[in-house]
């Protein structure tokens, strides 16, 4: 487990054909426990947990599709009328979160026309809105608010 710049959370682990799993509660499964899955499982329950936004809005693994390609966001946070609204995406805390990492979860927010979206590795956390008059995003000094 690594170092986290986030509140601690005990997650379920097992060992499913001899590789360390992690139990996702959204795809309510056992999914192998990476560095990024681990960041993307604790801060989802940070999210829950600490954050207020509803555990039922928050889709893990969506599909996007750019340029004819198919596309996974990590999470996507749905609004009340069930219309994509914040884009999570995670990294390793080993990545560092480029230039390159911020203009993927760009894409996929102009693709699922989203105006926020939230990067983490987690260690480092941004919040951005898309300014789409301007073409570009401004950082938040915190997580949107859950409409």
């Known amino acids: 487990m690594s170092k986290?710049?986030?509140?601690?959370?005990?997650?379920?682990?097992?060992?499913?054909d001899g590789r360390l799993c992690v139990y996702d509660d959204w795809r309510h499964r056992y999914v192998p426990l990476t560095p990024e899955e681990e960041v993307r499982q604790v801060f989802l329950h940070y999210l829950v947990d600490v954050c207020g936004y509803p555990h039922g809005r928050i889709?893990?693994?969506?599909?996007?599709?750019?340029?004819g390609m198919r596309k996974r966001a990590d999470a996507v946070v749905y609004?009340?009328?069930?219309?994509?609204y914040i884009i999570l995406e995670f990294k390793s805390p080993d990545v560092t979160?480029?230039?390159?990492?911020?203009?993927?979860?760009?894409?996929?927010c102009r693709e699922l026309c989203v105006d926020y979206f939230i990067l983490s590795?987690?260690?480092?956390?941004?919040?951005?809105?898309?300014?789409?008059?301007?073409?570009?995003y401004e950082f938040m000094d915190?997580?949107?608010?859950?409409?």
């Open 59 to 67: 889709s893990t693994e969506q599909m996007v599709e750019v340029n």
């Open 121 to 136: 590795n987690g260690v480092k956390h941004y919040a951005c809105y898309i300014n789409r008059d301007e073409r570009r």
């Open 97 to 108: 979160l480029n230039q390159k990492v911020f203009d993927q979860v760009a894409v996929y």
């Open 79 to 84: 609004n009340s009328k069930g219309m994509p």
């Open 142 to 147: 915190s997580f949107p608010a859950i409409l």
């Open 4 to 16: 986290l710049n986030l509140p601690y959370y005990s997650l379920k682990t097992s060992v499913v």
